[in-house]
């Protein structure tokens, strides 16, 4: 009997505190072909994508989140998401295989109610470059650019206020997101400017394979700027 790529697991919401069923995918199933230069996972298989499942919905009040949201609610937050959220949602599961389509609701939604939450840009920007990635797939570029431009924004903030301490991102691959979404939406004067500062980084040794993906990166946008100017 050949095993199930997904398994069910119980999850608590973090807003209304019911359970529900979600599906996630078993780690020995997930075989990454390729990385994307953005850090898109191209998966072997293309019927089990590990990024459909990292939102969880909660059927009964339509919450949506991820691991790395804060557990911490703001003052009046509550209230916001009863309103913004709860009030217009008609009771449905995501429990079942996700197709892409189900993968991008359930990202907006968790994004609006992250917005909502003031969640920090770190994890704001992470929702909005899984909904290019997921538009990329679909070869719908005008959404694509959109959400890049998104994610871009949203990591600069993060850049500025810092509020990636403490999570996985470091200094430098803040950096480099920034430059590599900007080069992905033709902003090529942040893109040279922070993959310089990414490259400038390999004197005090810090994270050599971002620094050579960055060099990498950097010689692509001289040939695109050549290009635009020939």
Not at 44 to 64: K, T, W
């Amino acid at each position: 009997m050949e095993i199930s790529p997904y398994y069910e697991k119980s999850i608590d919401c973090m807003h209304c505190k019911k359970s529900f069923p979600t599906l996630k995918v078993r780690t020995k199933s997930i075989k990454i072909e390729q990385t994307e230069s953005d850090f898109q996972p191209v998966y072997a298989d293309n019927h089990v994508n590990a990024l459909y499942y990292n939102v969880f919905v909660c059927q009964h009040c339509g919450f949506s989140f991820t691991e790395d949201f804060n557990k911490y609610f703001a003052p009046g937050v509550k209230e916001q998401i009863d309103a913004q959220i709860c009030t217009n949602w008609v009771p449905h599961s995501f429990k079942n295989e996700r197709t892409v389509f189900d993968a991008i609701q359930a990202y907006k939604l968790a994004l609006v109610c992250a917005t909502i939450k003031k969640e920090k840009f770190v994890i704001t920007s992470g929702l909005a470059l899984r909904l290019a990635w997921l538009y990329r797939s679909l070869k719908n570029t005008g959404q694509e650019q959109r959400f890049l431009k998104m994610a871009r924004d949203h990591y600069m903030e993060s850049f500025s206020t810092e509020d990636y301490a403490g999570t996985q991102m470091s200094n430098v691959r803040i950096m480099y997101m920034i430059a590599e979404l900007s080069r992905r939406i033709h902003d090529y004067e942040n893109a040279t400017r922070f993959f310089s500062r990414v490259i400038e980084n390999q004197r005090v040794g810090g994270e050599a394979k971002l620094v050579d993906m960055a060099k990498e990166q950097w010689e692509l946008v001289r040939k695109e700027r050549e290009k635009m100017t020939q």
